[in-house]
């Protein structure tokens, strides 16, 4: 699965062989994060009491799901 970089800034002119002064993010952490933004908004209960333990497992569920959908879209780019 390709995973390109999301926002790379070129620091030469040479689209040719470009040599990047950035990176930036991976497009896959780009749609996790785009992901993890609508997860979060579809489950998240201001008004719940949640122990330290229960905000670990939440969270670390939306982290797996945000990346679940990111290699998803990243897959469906293929087709």
């Known amino acids: 699965m390709e995973n390109p970089q999301a926002f790379p800034r070129p620091h030469s002119d040479n689209m040719a062989a470009p ?3 950035q990176d930036g993010m991976t497009l896959r952490d780009y749609f996790a994060a785009k ?6 908004e579809s489950i998240y209960n201001p ?3 949640m122990d ?3 905000k670990c ?4 569920f939306i982290c797996e799901r945000a990346y679940w959908h990111a290699d998803a879209m990243l897959k ?3 087709l």
């Open 47 to 49: 008004n719940g009491d």
């Open 19 to 21: 040599a990047y002064a």
């Open 35 to 40: 992901a993890m933004t609508a997860i979060i």
């Open 52 to 54: 330290e333990d229960e």
């Open 57 to 60: 497992r939440e969270t670390k």
């Open 76 to 78: 469906q780019r293929e």
